[in-house]
């Protein structure tokens, strides 16, 4: 298991993205040979009920530290501190809705906690492994991608090369598929890039509430138990320098990618994917 608190550098990431887009292959035809195959997966931490008013104070006690922190900052970022403050319910309704299959495009058995602790490398091979299945959910595939990157991908990465690795993994999707026997086009790389931008509100989750506890410090006193039950957090100084960086590089890009709910914001950005014109 690699450093959680280093990130993973572009050559670890491509191995986790051919290896998950194998994965979600698998799924994919097994789901077409057998429909009720995925029926048990449908349920998650954001849809389960009895579940999901723990998660709701987890959340807005992340928010409501996050937004502390940034009320430190430049008079820029006050925008974003004002909507995490300010639209919480609308964005946990959202979360609640991002996390159910697709009506229509593509859904994969999707990890649900894809994050470098959940990772195993073997270096003399280059092959993967991942481990703690408990929150496998058939959904989009984005979900895995937008957690993956948010939180374990050094800044490096994340500026310079998601989209090296999301054509990594559609090529490997289309080619896994092929292998797999499955002739039809599960969905383009356009097709691919809009939908990373639809579930963009998921990466907005990983960004400002799991990359938060998932980068601190072994020493910050964060208690993830007191946090679910409790709501408490130990404060702003839980917040690492990588965490404040990646934040403040992945909050304008997600908001471009309207993940704050600013349609017209996507509209407005034609021709070319906003993905890629929030990249």
């Known amino acids: 298991m690699l450093d959680r608190l280093q990130g993973l550098d572009l050559d670890h ?45 987890f959340f807005r006690a992340m928010i409501k530290t996050l937004v502390e922190e940034m009320e ?5 970022w006050a925008p974003y501190a004002d909507k995490l403050r300010h639209e919480q319910d609308a964005l946990l309704h959202r979360l609640k809705e ?3 299959p697709n009506e229509t495009g593509i859904n994969v058995l999707a990890h649900g ?16 492994r991942f481990i703690d299945f408990q929150f496998v959910t058939y959904m ?12 374990s991908a050094t800044l490096d990465v994340q500026v310079n ?11 490997t999707l289309c080619d896994s598929l092929a292998a797999l026997g499955y002739t039809e086009t599960l969905i383009t790389l356009d097709e691919l890039y809009e939908e990373f931008d639809r579930k963009s509100i998921y990466g907005l989750f990983a960004i400002t509430v799991a990359s938060s506890f998932m980068m601190s410090d072994p020493d910050c006193g964060f208690n993830l138990e007191d946090t679910i039950e409790r709501g ?3 404060g702003p100084s839980m917040f690492s320098d990588r965490y404040k960086k990646t934040v403040k590089w992945m909050l304008p890009v997600l908001c471009r990618q309207g993940a704050f709910g600013d349609e017209q914001q996507r509209r407005r950005l034609n021709g070319t994917s906003s993905f890629l014109k929030g990249y």
């Not at 989009?140 to 939180?151: E, V």
């Open 72 to 76: 430190t900052w430049p008079e820029e």
């Open 161 to 171: 090369h998601t989209v090296t690795l999301l054509q990594e993994y559609h090529k």
């Open 113 to 128: 906690d894809m994050w470098i602790n959940n990772i195993l490398f073997n270096e003399q091979r280059g092959a993967v």
């Open 140 to 151: 989009s595939p984005a979900i895995d991608l937008h957690l993956f990157l948010s939180t």
């Open 232 to 234: 408490l957090t130990p």
């Open 98 to 100: 991002t996390v159910r």
């Open 13 to 57: 990431c491509l191995l986790v993205m051919r290896s998950l887009a194998k994965f979600h292959a698998a799924s994919v035809v097994l789901h077409e040979e057998d429909p009720d195959s995925m029926k048990e997966y449908g349920v998650n931490f954001f849809t389960e009920p009895c579940i999901y008013d723990k998660n709701k104070r």
